[in-house]
C-alpha cells in the first residue's frame, strides 16, 4: 500500500497540557520550493503555534525539539475550503444577480453577502472540519 505523502515542518514544545502539546513551527527553507507557498498558511508568516492532541502528550516537555507532520491531502482540502469555494460562491452569486437583472451594486453586495455567510457557515462546522484535520508530532532524535 502507497503511504500519503506527508507535509512536516520542525518546531519547538511550547505547552504541555493532559492531552495536548503545543508546538511553535517556524516556516523553513523547504517552503521556498514549495509550489503551494503562497496559498498556505504557513507561508504567511515566520511562526505558527499548531495544538497537537496525541495519545503520548505527557511525555513531551517546553522546550523539546519536535517534527509535526500533516498529509498533504490536509493542506489540499484547506486550500480548496479557504480559498477556492469562497471564490466560486462569490462569482457565482454575482454572476447570478447580474443575470436576474439585477444591478451591478446589488450584484456586488450579495456576492460579499454570500462569501461572508459561507465563511460564517465554515466557522460554524469548524470544529467538525478540525477533527479531519490531523497533525502527527514525534521527536527530533
Known sequence: MKQAKQIEH???VTRTGRDCVSVTVEVNEACGGCASRRSCAMGAS?????????SEAHTYAV???????ARQSTGIMAVVLCYVVPLVVLVASLVAVILCGGSEGVAAASS???TALYYAILGVFHKRIAKRVTFTIKKNS
Do not use: C, K, W
Open 112 to 114: 460579499l453577502g454570500g
Open 10 to 12: 520542525r518546531g519547538v
Open 46 to 54: 515566520e511562526s505558527r503555534e499548531i495544538t497537537i492532541y496525541p
Open 63 to 69: 522546550g523539546e525539539a519536535v517534527t509535526v507532520g
